[in-house]
């Protein structure tokens, strides 16, 4: 059975060009937690590390003995994040000010019983407070403005101001403030200005 691999099977909604672009994103599911404060900070690390132990337990489940039935082999997604300003009259400046929804996509042969059984599973392996805050859910974006931003995370902004040009000039509008980010480089091992990061946000005709 062939690997399904989101940078070839999904490339165009992972993988896009350097520049703007619209396109329509369909029905998928993740595995969440919500949080306030700044990325760099402790609590958000942990938030991420419960997301990618339980996204490993669903990839390495066909290892158990009641492997999922539809079990396929995938790569897993990439870690994604939803931002947002808990005040926006403060602004972006401060990144204690930062609201956020981070998720990892998931194969469609996990369900809800599944989520809790391996939810119930990690928790016994490896402990994280965050782990009782996640939760499976479905999303559908439906129609975004994307792009490849290639650069350090604090240099987005200009990427978002090209964005925003993009849609302008072909008759769309931004409905959201809240942006999402899908996160393509290790920023443990990549350089700033090396880093690859997919800006998204949801627009409409008119």
């Known amino acids: 059975m062939k690997k399904v691999d989101y940078r070839k099977d999904f490339r165009s909604l992972y993988l896009p060009a350097a520049t703007p672009e619209i396109v329509q994103v369909p029905l998928m599911s993740f595995i969440s937690v919500t949080g306030h404060g700044d ?23 066909y290892r158990k003995e009641d492997a999922p039935a539809a079990y ?3 790569t897993v997604f990439p870690l994604e994040g939803v931002w947002d300003l808990v005040n926006t009259a403060v602004g972006a400046e401060d990144k204690t000010n930062y609201t956020y929804e981070i998720m990892i996509r998931q194969p469609d042969f996990l369900d809800e019983n599944m989520f809790q059984s391996f939810l119930t599973e990690v928790k ?64 443990r091992r990549v350089a700033p200005d090396k880093l690859k990061t997919l800006l998204r946000f949801t627009v409409s005709r008119g």
Not at 131 to 144: C, K, N, Y
Not at 149 to 174: C, K, L, N, W
């Open 39 to 61: 990325p760099n900070a402790h609590d958000f690390s942990q938030a991420v590390e419960a997301l990618y132990s339980l996204s490993y337990a669903v990839k390495m489940s």
């Open 72 to 74: 396929y082999d995938y």
């Open 124 to 187: 016994k392996k490896k402990p994280n407070p965050y782990l009782d805050r996640t939760q499976l859910i479905s999303v559908e974006e439906g129609l975004v403005c994307q792009m490849m931003h290639v650069g350090s995370y604090d240099t987005e902004p200009e990427s978002f101001r090209r964005m925003e040009a993009h849609i302008r000039e072909q008759g769309y509008r931004r409905i959201s403030l809240t942006h999402r980010e899908i996160y393509l480089s290790d920023p």
